[in-house]
Structures are given as structure tokens and as C-alpha cells.
């Protein structure tokens, strides 16, 4: 062949495989992509990984499989992902209850920053600081006065000791100087009949979980927990609207792969989602269920993640918090 005709050929074979998607270079994803979650079916954890799951089965071609793997506050699924095949068929949807666990248990067998590449964030979910209306108070800001008024005598429930409604508690009474006795229940049915009893005084539930007994006045909405108001419930001001400036907690929800997993895979894959969370109908679909969607880089992403593990270690320290 003449020496002309091979570059050219090899040219255009240059330029064919620019304009090829990184996924037909790769020939990623060849076979179903799994995406092992923390928690058992139902709930936030699940909605938001079948919602964008569906989505990426039908862009990529391949069945994204939902695999439940709940135990000792997400962990178990976290080191399960952290020892698989960094390949990108294996995916972990890690949420708050992890960067709170790094400071939390003494010794894991998987470090979330070093063991682990991020992705991106799916979706976030704020809690509603709910009080029985028995307690004199219609705003977080007169709920801290009560507070400091009544030291040691208002409480709280939680779904568990060192869960994230236990440690938004926590912060609230660090930031506000106030002296709150927590009570800890297994789970957050337990955490909720207990508020609404007038058992305990105050809750943070999910914005879903909120909505009814707001609207039906069986509950009092005193403040949304995140930095912006929620969709559902936009009447209801933020906590830090209410005094506590950069006061901001809640639960959320991202995607995390082994570490070592080839870069254009994490691209591909990160770029999917920002992609799906833009769409009207998957937003619909997630703000309906008091998720608030996000969708960021997997730079963005780790930035986040090394900022809440910071956090919540302040947390857990100042208030002596161990797992159950």
C-alpha cells in the first residue's frame, strides 16, 4: 500500500474512534451492572436507585440489577463493594449513614475515601424537625428557647444511636447551646409512634414521612433540616433560617465504585447520571417522593464526601455517640 494511503487509513481510523462513545471503545457495559444497596427494599434508598437504574438500563442496554445487602449501618454492603472487581459492574449507592460510620465504628474493613471512587450524587433528602403539639413551640427558634429555659427536660427520638436523625440532634444542640436529652429506638416507625404519643417532644423524619401528619396537625413542622426548603413542604422555613445559620443535615444518596475502576467507565457513568437527573420526568418522579435530585462530577462528588466525613466526625466526638 502506498505510504500516503496507510496514513490516511490510519487517520481515519483515528477519527472514527474519537467520535465512537467511550462506551463502544470500551465495549462497557457488556453485561448487567449490579448496584449493591445498604438498606432493605422500600424507602428513599430504593426509589432513587430503581428510578435512575431503569433509566441507565435504557441508554446503556444493559439490566441495572438492585441488590440489597442491609447490615451494621450500611457497612456490610460498603465492604462487599469495596473488595469486588474494579471493573465497573459492581457499584455501591452510599448515603449518609456511611460518612457518619467512618468516624463512628473504632475499626472497618474498608476506608470510604481510599477504597472507593466516586461517581456521582443521585439525590438528596432533608429531614423535617417535628415536635407533638403539646410542645410550646411553633418555630426552631422558640423551640431553642424552650430549650434553654428548660434545660435537660425536652427530648428527642431517634431511629438508632449514632444514626443520622441521633446526630442531627446532636448538632442542633451543639449549635444551639441547648442541653436535650436523646432517646434512641430501633428504627424509625418506633422514633415516629413515639413523637406522635407525645412520648418524646421532638423527631426528624424524612420530608414523605413528614408531609401527612403536617397537613392533618397530628404533628407540628417546626423546620426543614437542609439549606434550601424542601419542594413538598416549601411553607415550612430551614433550621437555618430560623437562627441556626449552616445548619444543614439530612440523608443523600450517591454512587460509588471500587477503587482502581478504569476512568472512562467512571465518566461514562457519572455523565449518565447527570444526564438522567435532568430529565422532567425522573424529576418529577424523585420530588414527589421529597427527593431532590443532584447529579455532579465525581470531583464534585469526592469534595462532598470528605466534607460530610469531616462533619459528622466533629458530631460523633462532641457527643460521645457508638454504635448500638
Request: glycine share 8%; aromatic share 6%.
Amino acid at each position: 500500500m502506498p505510504y500516503r494511503s496507510v496514513v490516511l487509513s490510519f487517520v481515519m481510523s483515528a477519527l472514527i474512534c474519537a467520535a465512537l462513545p467511550v462506551a463502544a471503545q470500551t465495549s462497557y457495559p457488556s453485561k448487567p451492572i449490579r448496584v449493591i444497596l445498604p438498606f432493605p427494599p422500600g424507602g428513599s434508598t430504593d426509589i432513587v436507585a430503581r428510578v435512575v437504574g431503569q433509566k441507565i438500563t435504557e441508554s446503556l442496554g444493559q439490566q441495572v440489577v438492585i441488590d440489597n445487602r442491609p447490615g451494621a449501618a450500611g457497612n456490610v454492603a460498603a465492604e462487599y463493594v469495596a473488595r469486588s472487581t474494579p471493573d465497573g459492574y459492581t457499584l455501591f449507592q452510599v448515603n449518609v449513614a456511611n460518612t457518619i460510620s467512618a468516624t463512628l465504628y473504632p475499626k472497618l474493613n474498608y476506608n470510604l475515601i481510599n477504597d472507593f471512587v466516586p461517581i456521582s450524587q443521585l439525590a438528596t433528602t432533608p429531614y423535617v424537625l417535628l415536635t407533638h403539639p403539646s410542645v410550646p413551640a411553633k418555630s426552631v427558634r422558640e423551640l431553642i428557647a424552650v430549650a434553654k429555659s428548660r434545660p435537660g427536660q425536652l427530648n428527642y427520638a431517634s431511629a438508632g444511636a449514632g444514626s443520622a436523625t441521633h446526630l442531627s440532634g446532636e448538632l442542633l444542640k451543639s449549635m444551639a447551646g441547648v442541653d436535650i436529652v436523646h432517646v434512641p429506638y430501633k428504627g424509625t416507625g418506633a422514633a415516629l409512634t413515639a413523637v406522635l404519643s407525645g412520648e418524646v417532644d421532638f423527631y426528624y423524619a424524612t420530608v414523605p414521612a413528614a408531609v401527612p401528619y403536617a397537613k392533618s396537625g397530628r404533628l407540628r413542622a417546626l423546620g426543614v433540616t437542609s439549606a434550601k426548603r424542601a419542594s413538598l413542604m416549601p411553607e415550612v422555613a430551614t433550621v437555618a433560617e430560623n437562627g441556626l445559620k449552616g445548619y444543614d443535615t439530612g440523608t443523600w444518596h450517591g454512587v460509588l465504585a471500587p477503587a482502581a475502576t478504569p476512568k472512562e467507565v467512571v465518566q461514562l457513568l457519572s455523565g449518565e447520571i447527570i444526564r438522567i437527573l435532568k430529565m422532567p420526568d425522573v424529576r418529577e418522579k424523585l420530588i414527589g417522593q421529597g427527593l431532590e435530585p443532584v447529579g455532579d462530577t465525581p470531583e464534585q462528588f469526592a469534595a462532598f464526601l470528605r466534607a460530610e466525613i469531616g462533619k459528622w466526625a466533629k458530631v460523633v466526638k462532641a457527643s460521645g455517640a457508638r454504635p448500638e
